[in-house]
């Protein structure tokens, strides 16, 4: 079992920065692919980034790429997603999850989540 708690989300105005943070605790942090979704009202939850257990290979969506970078301290068993130039269409609740396969886009190959933070957009 992991646990997941994400922190970090708030405020900003359009082109401003924010950093998400994901603190895991329970199994083996190291072991697991771990991946950032976001989910605005009315919308289906989607695919923002991911990293590797190793945090060497990481994925983006199309629609963050540049703008969003996603590390992982495996030390502090975190992950973070740092958000830069952000635009309204970025406002959503963001949450955080962990898989035991490679990294992926879909949220059916992870297998635990956490509860979300709020990031709101102001333009």
């Known amino acids: 079992q992991v646990q997941l708690v994400e922190s970090g989300g708030g405020l900003v105005q359009a082109g401003g920065s924010l950093r998400l943070s994901c603190a895991a605790s329970?199994?083996?942090?190291?072991?697991?692919?771990m991946g950032w979704f976001r989910q605005a009202p009315g919308k289906a939850r989607e695919f923002v980034a991911a990293?590797?257990?190793?945090?060497?290979?990481?994925a983006y969506a199309a629609s963050v790429k540049g703008r969003f970078t996603m590390s992982r301290d495996n030390a502090k068993s975190t992950v973070y997603l740092q958000m830069n130039s952000l635009k309204p269409e970025d406002a959503a609740v963001y949450y955080c999850?962990?898989?035991?396969?490679?990294?992926?886009?879909?949220?059916?190959?992870?297998?635990?989540w956490g509860q979300g933070t709020q990031v709101t957009v102001s333009s």
């Open positions: 990293i590797g257990w190793r945090g060497d290979s990481t």
């Open positions: 329970g199994r083996t942090f190291s072991s697991y692919s």
């Open positions: 999850a962990a898989g035991s396969r490679p990294i992926a886009t879909m949220t059916s190959r992870y297998d635990y």
